[in-house]
């Protein structure tokens, strides 16, 4: 069940709603979480079988949210990007939609614009694994997700986020594995 349905939360988000003020999530009504742990979806041979992952979401009473990736299994030493995508994981790779952002980049013809690309717009958890195929990222952003618009997994790319002059803001090579996540 979504987090904002419990009726703890409603009239937060009725409010909220009514004042107009900003996307907020009902977790401003004190510190919430959200978990997600299983074996990774795969979507290449890159990705070692039974491969893992985790992903907290700590929505705080300031308004911010603390995410935390941890991954397990994959290729030792391995620079991996991961952002947070709309869409659950799917069969396929493409099935998890585009990556969240917060404020949509209004301009199809402008894709990867670091004014909307970019780690606080959106969500970015990459990180490099250790010997083990271990690693761990922590992102905290000055938003919450809202609701009927979070964001619903994780994808590991197969290379760090570009960030512009070095590759497409936003970028970061091909969909390797998922782990859906209710935001
Ligand atoms: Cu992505």
Partial sequence: MPRWSTSRHLPVVTVVAALGL???SPALAGVDRVSSAGTLERYSP????HATA???AV???HGDSTITLWVKGLRP???YGAHAHVNACGPTAA???PDFQLVPNPDPEAPHDPA???PVNEVWLDLKTDESGDGVATTTMPWQFSPGRGARSVIIHAERTHTGPDGPAGTAGARL???TVAF
Avoid at 46 to 49: D, G, L, M, N, T
């Fill in 59 to 61: 929505y705080d009473s």
């Fill in 54 to 56: 985790r992903v907290d």
């Fill in 77 to 79: 030493s391995t620079e």
């Fill in 22 to 24: 900003f996307a907020a």
């Fill in 95 to 97: 099935k998890a939609g």
């Fill in 116 to 118: 909307f690309e970019n």
């Fill in 177 to 179: 594995a998922c782990l």
């Fill in 46 to 49: 890159a990705v070692p079988p």
